[in-house]
T-cell receptor
């Protein structure tokens, strides 16, 4: 079975541009969440979706948005990119909407560089 | 709120045993995760503890003390491939939201 898949794996954008990152969860998983990981730090929670509804939002500006589709895949959009948005963006999926007891699996991530 | 503390870096010798500590403060406890992350790669699941005590999985074991807000990851028979960052994380709010520590970078030397 395929794990969590993300695309693109690497991309370079210019300040002010917009970017869309994509994620497909493990088959059967209905919960998807997004994390930002800056070099040398642990991942920071951005969003969580379950059954196509937003269930949690981290401390990120409104430039960050996301959605989940009927097939449970998800997109993360970032508008008006800043240099500080350069990071590894991780998608994670789990079976249910409660993390207690549900293992959370991560994709390989999308490396975003803003120049 | 939540707070997680881990040592920033550790070094150890191949074949040895190393213990990576994690202390935390949280208003509601829903278990604690440990992940391994090699440089440039995604975090991979190692363990999940929700009850006090030691859980062993091959060379890796994880311990939890809820009353002390303390966990550790024990790595035995260290191998070079164990050189990685080890992340301690708390699930928050019951949903798929994890609060991570900054991670402990472990370097295993011959």
């Amino acid at each position: 079975d395929a794990g969590v898949t993300q695309s693109p794996t690497h991309l370079i954008k210019t300040r002010g541009q917009q970017v869309t990152l994509r994620c497909s969860p493990i088959s059967g998983h209905k919960s998807v969440s997004w994390y930002q990981q800056v070099l040398g730090q642990g991942p920071q929670f951005i969003f969580q979706y379950y059954e196509k509804e937003e269930r949690g939002r981290g401390n990120f500006p409104d430039r960050f948005s996301a959605r989940q589709f009927p097939n449970y895949s998800s997109e993360l959009n970032v508008n008006a990119l800043l240099l500080g948005d350069s990071a590894l963006y991780l998608c994670a999926s789990s079976l249910g909407d409660h993390s207690s007891g549900n293992t959370i699996y991560f994709g390989e991530g999308s490396w975003l560089t803003v120049v | 709120g939540q707070n997680i503390d881990q040592p920033t870096e550790m070094t150890a010798t191949e074949g040895a045993i190393v213990q990576i500590n994690c202390t935390y403060q949280t208003s509601g406890f829903n278990g604690l995760f440990w992940y391994q992350q090699h440089a440039g790669e995604a975090p991979t699941f190692l363990s999940y503890n929700v009850l006090d005590g030691l859980e062993e999985k091959g060379r890796f074991s994880s311990f939890l003390s809820r009353s002390k807000g303390y966990s550790y990851l024990l790595l035995k028979e260290l191998q070079m491939k164990d050189s990685a960052s080890y992340l301690c994380a708390l699930p928050i709010g019951g949903y798929n939201k994890l609060i991570f520590g900054a991670g402990t970078r472990l370097a295993v030397h011959p």
